[in-house]
């Protein structure tokens, strides 16, 4: 498998997990974030219910009867009591508004609910004004409280809807049943109160009546079909006692036309005001248990946030740990392929090269020398061979050892490379013979370049691992002919050649032959079989 694959497959074994888990941790980070946020909206309605449910509860009913204390009794007394009564329940209107969520997550009906509520607050504010200025005299505003009262529960029906969170859901039913149930009796109580307190010809409203007991059977609807809370088991329970169950025969009896006695009348009267002190306080209570709700679900808002922090940070510090893996990984992928091209540069250097002397062998001789001829083709006339060889290298060997004969290989190599020019091809023909391809070079050029080498042959000292410095001598043999694309028969040039070293080494040995020099058959024959056949490729 080639290494690019490589790199393919290993980057996608590393990202392609992550981006599942990324993907995963998105999807989870999503889900989290739209829990946050309903916890979030659940707290802001659950601040909303218990500040609208204290408002119908309290605020609204304490400045009715201010005002009516104010209307009854003129003084500066019932003056400030009123005046402190409207200045909370304007506060606590203020942070009501104040607390709804924005429109965007409220429905239309809300949305409905709370212009109604606002037009029932102004009406309030006009009465105010009108009480202010004496025009109450005789008559009771009661009506228009009444109405900013029932829009207030109204408002508070409307948001239940909206509420994601169980619990929540759950004491928010708890309270719209008490507030319905309190403003049923309150109705009923108001009614029934001004009925019997007028003369035997007085006409008892059975629609606003009606309209109470309506409210009651809801706000225990609400109670009982939605909720098993203590609260409401003290409400039931209450309203099971004898007392209370009199008052409601007494009721019943008041909407079928009857007029009870004085006695009768004072004691409904009893139970009835026992009931709403009763009722009332269970409002406050449900509005406080709401807006204890509301601050546990803040705490698990906040909670949650942090999570979705701690699950970010988490993704985050993944992601960061994968991407550096992969370069790593990456990075060890690219040194791998570099150190593979290294490796195999140098084994095909070494499959071209002598590792003893570090020049060309007989492989990387014939793709050089093919290479240079062809280059040379149409910008030289003459390609010469010189082929040397050390003289009487076996008695080196064989006195010294092959370690000292190695060291003189090795050091006439580099006699031999530093002395040929630069551009003139050399190898390690076998053995201690030496071949040097000497390109744009007539054979007599190639006699003096040989001399030159000759001479720092025998001149050179060369110093063996014993210690010893030893000297050696070199027989060099040169042959020539015209670089022709129609003549390239490089082994005859490399026999001419052999035949010139032969005669070298017949003349006397440390000397340069240039020229063809025929050898006798049987003597060519045996330098054939010492060189191993001769150089066997044609270029």
């Not at 965007?104 to 949305?111: I, N």
């Not at 509301?294 to 979705?308: A, Q, W």
């Not at 000297?471 to 015209?482: E, I, N, P, Q």
């Amino acid at each position: 498998m080639k290494f690019e694959t490589i790199k393919r497959v290993i980057l996608a074994a590393i990202m392609l997990p992550f981006v599942f888990m990324l993907i995963e941790g998105v999807v989870v980070i999503r889900s989290s974030v739209n829990q946050y946020w309903n916890l979030e909206k659940d707290r802001q309605f659950a601040d909303v219910l218990a500040r609208g449910g204290s408002i119908a509860a309290t605020e609204i009913l304490t400045e009715i009867g201010a005002t009516r204390r104010y209307l009854a009794h003129p003084s500066s007394r019932t003056a400030i009591d009123m005046q402190q009564s409207r200045v909370t329940l304007d506060r606590e209107r203020r942070a009501f508004y104040a607390s709804l969520p924005s429109r965007d997550a409220l429905d239309e009906g809300l949305v409905g609910e709370l212009s109604i509520l606002s037009l029932a607050y102004s009406r309030i504010v006009a009465a105010r004004s009108a009480v202010d200025q004496g025009r109450y005299t005789g008559s009771d505003p009661g009506s228009i409280y009444w109405y900013a009262a029932l829009k207030q529960l109204a408002v508070v029906d409307a948001l239940s809807p909206l509420i994601s969170d169980p619990v929540l859901l759950e004491k928010s039913n708890q309270l719209m049943g008490i507030l319905l149930t309190y403003y049923g009796e309150r109705l009923i109580t108001g009614i029934g109160t001004r009925y019997l307190n007028q003369g035997a010809s007085a006409r008892l409203p059975v629609e606003l009546f009606v309209q109470g007991k309506v409210m009651l059977g809801e706000g225990m609807d609400h109670m009982v079909f939605h909720s098993s809370a203590p609260v409401v088991r003290h409400i039931v329970a209450y309203l099971g006692r004898s007392s209370q169950v009199k008052a409601d025969a007494i009721t019943d009896a008041i909407l079928a036309g009857s007029r009870p006695t004085r006695a009768v009348h004072d004691v409904w009267a009893a139970a009835q005001s026992e009931r709403m002190s009763f009722l009332q306080h269970k409002m406050i209570e449900a509005a406080q248990d709401i807006h204890e709700t509301g601050e546990n679900l803040s705490t698990r808002s906040h909670i949650h946030l942090t999570r979705i922090l701690a699950l970010c940070a988490g993704l985050l510090i993944l992601a960061t740990l994968v991407l550096l893996l992969a370069a790593k990984g990456l990075r060890l992928i690219d040194r791998l392929t570099q150190d593979r091209e290294t490796l195999v540069g140098e084994l095909r250097s070494a499959a071209q090269t002598d590792l003893l002397t570090g020049l060309y062998n007989r492989r990387g001789f014939e793709v050089a020398a093919s290479a240079l001829l062809t280059q040379a083709e149409h910008g030289s006339r003459w390609i010469s061979v010189v082929l040397f060889d050390l003289d009487h290298f076996k008695k080196i060997n064989d006195i010294h050892g092959h370690d000292a004969g190695d060291a003189v290989l090795r050091h006439v190599a580099g006699v031999a490379r530093e002395n040929f020019r630069s551009f003139d091809l050399l190898v390690r023909h076998g053995g201690e013979e030496f071949l040097a391809l000497l390109p744009d070079s007539t054979p007599d050029d190639a006699a003096i370049v040989a001399e030159r080498v000759r001479l720092a042959i025998e001149a050179a000292e060369i110093p063996l691992p014993s210690g010893d410095v030893l000297k050696v001598t070199a027989s060099f043999g040169c042959a020539g002919r015209a670089n022709e694309a129609t003549n390239r028969n490089f082994e005859d040039l490399v026999k001419r050649a052999d035949l010139a070293l032969y005669a070298a080494k017949a003349s006397g040995r440390n000397c340069v032959v240039s020229g063809p020099i025929l050898p006798p058959p049987v003597q060519e024959e045996r330098r054939k079989a010492v060189s191993g056949g001769g150089f066997d490729s044609r270029i």
